[in-house]
């Protein structure tokens, strides 16, 4: 077929000395640690006269003076130290001309009394001053509160804690962790807790060669990048045993991570191979039926974004209860827009080209440039805000693997979309017709089949399908009238590459291209990795000019 061989063209350092509850600062030994007890258990009077007294200090005292009474404190057991110890650390506890420690809600107010939480305001005419921190204190203030937030009975803000004690190595740190693991339950929080000792004890040297060797192999099994920067400084020790174990548990690490890089950049390409399959599917049936080139493909893309923009605005205005839905909504719409667009371009445009590629081509390529010029003039040349609606949003580890849900929600869609078009096609008459068309055109004409209805209907259910794919792409990209354009060329190479008409051809084109170009990435770099799939795709089309799956039948063979 020549003609589709001329369509081929990307946190916790902690305190110093904790000292007592009262005037002069000095602390006994059976205060040394934080109480074990939640931090919401019942205030005493006296703990609440000892904070107050705390508190009332800080505005006036010297920066080491503050790191001492950060630390007293904490060892009040007030349930409102954790939330004045990080107001502290965030620069929003401010004291009045009297003394009065209050906390800044927000930047400007409201604030709240910072010892009972008694609401005041904007406190508008009284003269407010911050409590001063530098970066040594924020990061002993960190400490100290990840060491309180180990007792919180909240499982995630004990999780949350304890991989900010791993990041701080800090060895005023672990007679806390010690006190936590003895009662932890959770098994992962354990696991984090231990692997922060490990930390502590290989960036500070508390323990004897044994204690670090296995702290060591501690950090071998967690197999990330903390851990590697946590053994790198071991690789100057004296001790012989150490730097060696050290060493090894490096190159295991790095090891991992390399096996991990690629699994990470397979992810990443069958991430975009959804996206090339969700471009593409619609054209793969245009170009497979009626053989036309349509370079306004990509617009229909636009029209279907633009379609979701325009559903959340009216959503926004008439129901915001429903912008959770607003992209399933979107769905339907986009296809009756992009679709509807289809069909009018068939009935004016493309029926008077068949048999004519070139002038094809030309013509809606043109159309492209009106179609995009149009949506300028309608909506502005800037890019659209679209809502990612809160299942979308987010990601999750697995492993050393980062997922984004939008990602993984698009990788979901492509395959449904797939799914649904090709049972549509075997098992509908219309799709009998479709595929009838597509194999011998003169024939099912001659069996009463009207080959110009099918044309318009299937150029009408590409169009639909590439506006269903705008909706998806809004998610990733640029609701811009230049978004169709980033993936015309794409998607007439994975056509192309995986064979004209048929689905599952496209679907092994697009996820072959998505994976082959983030593996090149790394080496190559983006616009060469680009290059060298393009150079892969003309030799291979040379071979084979009908893509890795060509369709059967006299009028494709012809």
Sequence with gaps: MKPMRATIRSVLTAIALCLALATPLHTSAAQETVPD???TAPTS???????????????KASYNEKSELAGAIAETGNPRVELILSSFSAGRLQATKEGRVVIALKDDGPYEDALTGDKLGMMEGIRLKKVRVNNRLRGELHGLVARLALSSPDASIRRHAARETFDAADPDSLPSIEKALSRETESDIAETLRQARAAIILKNGVVDEEGQLAAIETLRDRGDLEALNALLGLDKSDNLVLRESAASAVRSIKRTLEYWDVAQNVYYGLSLGSVLLLAAIGLAITFGVMGVINMAHGEMIMLGAYTTYVVQQVLLAVAPSLMSVSLIISIPAAFIVAGGAGILIERTIIRFLYGRPLETLLATWGLSLILQQAVRTIFGPTNKPVVAP?????????????ITSSRIW?????????AVLMAFLKYTHFGTQTRAVTQNRKMAASMGVRTNL?????????????????????????VSPNLGQSYIIDSFMVVVFGGVGNLWGTLVGAM???????LLEPFAGAVVGK???????????QRRPRGLFALKGRFVDA
Excluded: C, Y
């Design 37 to 39: 007890g939640p931090t």
């Design 512 to 518: 072959t291209l998505g994976v082959a170009n983030k």
């Design 390 to 402: 809160d299942w979308m949003s987010g990601a999750f580890q697995l492993g050393q693997l980062t």
């Design 45 to 59: 009077a006296a703990e609440t006269h000892d904070l107050a007294g705390l508190v009332s200090r800080l505005p």
């Design 454 to 478: 099918v044309d318009a209907l299937t150029f009408g259910l590409g169009s639909g399908v590439a506006g269903i794919a705008g909706v998806a792409l809004s998610q990733i990209d640029n």
């Design 410 to 418: 698009i990788i979901v869609f492509s395959m449904i979309v797939l």
């Design 531 to 541: 290059i060298v799939v393009l150079i892969f795709i003309i030799l291979f089309i």
